[in-house]
């Protein structure tokens, strides 16, 4: 006979016994007639530190043998640094600040689980609640237990950041449910988001297509839609980032995630055991965000004495040793800004410095490679613009596509040409006027092949008029909002990254008794500033320091901006960048007649080299062939 209709006869009996036969999480979790998880190569084990979150949770001993399977390695999981056993895992972390309490086998009703994304937190929180399904359905009226009104539901709830994120959590849950033996007779169908569930008194006074009083479901992120229930047991999944690029307003009062917290949590309060203590649960988990909101808030009570809270802290790669190197290199490259919460656990400040090591942006100088005052390539050129009319400096930064052999393969590189910056005062003068500073932009479409310009719209919509009226309508304005300032940093800082930019070096000077040759951009870029906005926006600006500027950065992201836009032959993040294929070939059909003497008149045919070698020469956007 299996455990499971051992399981059933016994609780068939109108009593509790759930004591008797109650097996832990782990064993729960990795036997056959359980979750199943690792019995068979479809269904992935727990990993360690899994596993050790879980125990610790639980308050199960902690192995302190000679098997140190818990592997602790660097941020790209590629250099081992440590190999721990379960015991001496706890140690580091409590020494590293990442636990908040040495672990004495109290279980802990409520955890802030703060691990981060593709880590497999999803794993351990539906095992979490899949576990306590089991022991509701253990007892023969979890009503009765708890002293509720044996007609009252006892839910579990999932509240997350949208549907989708929900739904991977509510799928996970349903999937453990649906997969176990024990849950056979006593589940129904699943919803898209509800699974209801039998109790032994349901079936015997209902029978087994009757009434339900345990469920599972996933709950719309609003605080008016989670109050009243009675909920065993809560998640507040990707908790920090609750309505985070909303604004809430008093009529939104609602939509925010103290408020959330505030309507759900006492639902759990009512569940406790017959010693009196407590066993409804509220588990807030999440990657972490900036340093302030209510998963922050709870972060940082887990540290305060006599409080019910366990805190674990572990980045992607620690909770997950096989994810890929490859995969965690890409994400910090697409934004190294980030990926110290989103993959690292680490919750950042306001405001931070953009550029983390000044290596990133120095690998780019190339030595020899000096500013040009004019170019005769007739290969398209970009310019960025930004205009300051009095207290900021006007800034202009022109560069171009070249191709470049490394390790005997073309790359396609953005080469810096000229960076320049003009301010009034250092001029004597109290302001620039528009026509002045138009005229100094136009004067560099004689000296560079400028295919396309850019200015933000504060000072475009006067200035931009003026170049037309000079014959120039390759110059453009756009609105320079929190997003598109964000977006043309990020693709500038994943170039610098990614060495796919050629800055020419400064004038050789020594400054304290040592060389420097960097030039005024490199020194610009390196004192700029981030402010962590939301998830995925930042700002860059330069510090609240008298004589600090972004001028010169400012235009230089917009050329390396409006240059990736060239390259894609579309606005990056419009809708045409994300066109099928079918339809991009049938748009280039229509206007390839209309188009094609523009085309000739303003973009230039292959062909023209360096004459220095050959290893290097101007990409000519063959798309325009």
């Known amino acids: 006979m299996s455990l499971s209709e051992i399981c059933a006869n016994i609780i068939t009996k109108k009593q509790d016994n759930s004591d008797l036969f109650d097996k832990d999480i782990i064993e729960f979790a990795m036997a056959p007639w359980g979750l199943g998880l690792g019995c068979t190569p479809d269904v992935p084990p727990l990993y ?58 109290t279980p802990s009703p409520n955890i802030v689980l703060v691990c981060g994304r ?3 937190k999803t794993t351990v929180t539906s095992s979490i609640i899949a576990y306590e399904a089991y022991k509701l359905l253990n007892k023969y009226s979890p009503q009765e237990y708890y002293g509720i009104m044996p007609e009252q539901d006892i839910r579990i709830t999932c509240v997350s950041t949208s549907k989708d994120t929900a739904s991977e959590l509510f799928n996970m849950v349903t999937g453990h449910i649906e997969r176990s033996e024990f849950f056979r007779k006593f589940r129904n169908k699943a919803t898209a988001q509800w699974l209801y569930l039998r109790t032994q008194r349901d079936i015997d ?60 949590t006492p639902s759990v309060a009512k569940f406790k055991r017959a010693d009196g203590t407590p066993d409804g649960k509220v588990i807030c988990i999440s990657s972490p965000g900036s340093k302030s ?45 980030s990926y110290k919460s989103e993959f690292g656990a680490s919750f950042s400040d306001r405001l931070f410095g953009w550029i ?50 490394v390790g005997g393969a073309r790359v396609d590189k953005i080469e810096l040409d000229l960076s320049e910056v003009r301010y009034a005062e250092l001029e004597g003068k109290d302001w620039f006027v528009p026509d002045e500073i138009a005229e100094w932009i136009a004067s560099y479409t004689e000296k560079f092949y400028i295919a396309r310009g850019l200015l933000d719209q504060y000072y475009g919509m006067s200035m931009v008029p003026l170049l037309h009226s000079k014959g120039h309508r390759q110059f453009e304005y756009r609105q320079f909002t929190d997003q598109l300032n964000s977006s043309v940093y990020q693709v500038l800082l994943s170039d610098l990254i990614s060495t796919t930019i050629r800055m020419p070096e400064g004038e050789l000077r020594t400054v304290v008794g040592e060389k420097d040759c960097d030039s005024d951009l490199i020194k610009e870029l390196l004192t700029l500033q981030a402010e962590q906005k939301s998830k995925y926006l930042v700002k860059v600006s330069a510090p609240d320091r008298k004589g600090e500027h972004d001028d010169l950065s400012d235009s230089f992201g917009r050329m390396v901006f409006l240059a990736h836009e060239y390259k894609n032959k579309s606005p990056i993040g419009s809708s045409s960048s994300v066109a099928s294929a079918v339809g991009l070939v049938r748009a280039a059909r229509m206007i390839r007649r209309s188009e094609m003497v523009k085309a000739s008149l303003n973009r230039p045919s292959a062909g023209s080299r360096y004459g220095s070698g050959g290893s290097r020469m101007p990409l000519m956007g063959g798309h325009f062939r």
């Not at 409080?307 to 965690?328: K, R």
């Not at 398209?380 to 400096?393: A, E, Q, R, S, T």
Request: with cysteine; net charge neutral; glycine share 6%.
């Open 356 to 405: 983390e090591d000044p290596v990133i942006v120095r690998q780019n100088v190339i030595k020899g490679l000096k500013y040009k005052d004019r170019s005769m390539l007739r290969v398209p050129h970009f310019m960025g613009i930004d205009v300051g009319l009095k207290n900021d400096g006007s800034s202009i930064s022109i560069g171009h596509w070249v191709s470049e052999l």
């Open 48 to 105: 360690p530190v899994q596993k050790f979150i879980l125990k610790v949770y639980y308050g199960l001993s902690l192995d302190n043998s000679a098997n140190r399977d818990i592997i602790v390695r660097d941020k790209f999981n590629e250099v081992e640094q440590y190999r721990f056993n379960e015991h001496e895992y706890m140690h580091y972390l409590f020494n590293e600040g990442r636990i908040n309490r040495l672990y004495d086998e």
């Open 205 to 264: 006074k209902y029978g087994l297509k009757g009434r339900t009083s345990l469920s599972i479901r996933v709950a719309p992120c609003s605080a008016k839609g989670l109050r009243g229930s009675n909920n065993m047991i809560v998640v507040l999944d990707e908790m920090a980032f609750f309505f985070a690029d909303e604004k809430n307003t008093n009529s939104n009062r609602d939509k925010n995630d103290r408020a959330i917290y505030k309507a759900v």
């Open 293 to 337: 909101g209510k998963f922050f808030e709870e972060f940082e009570r887990s540290f305060e004495e006599d409080n019910e809270l366990l805190m674990v802290q572990a980045p992607t790669w620690e909770v997950d040793p096989g994810i890929s190197t490859q995969y965690l290199k890409n994400k910090y490259r697409e934004n190294p800004i």
């Open 118 to 120: 593709r880590s497999g």
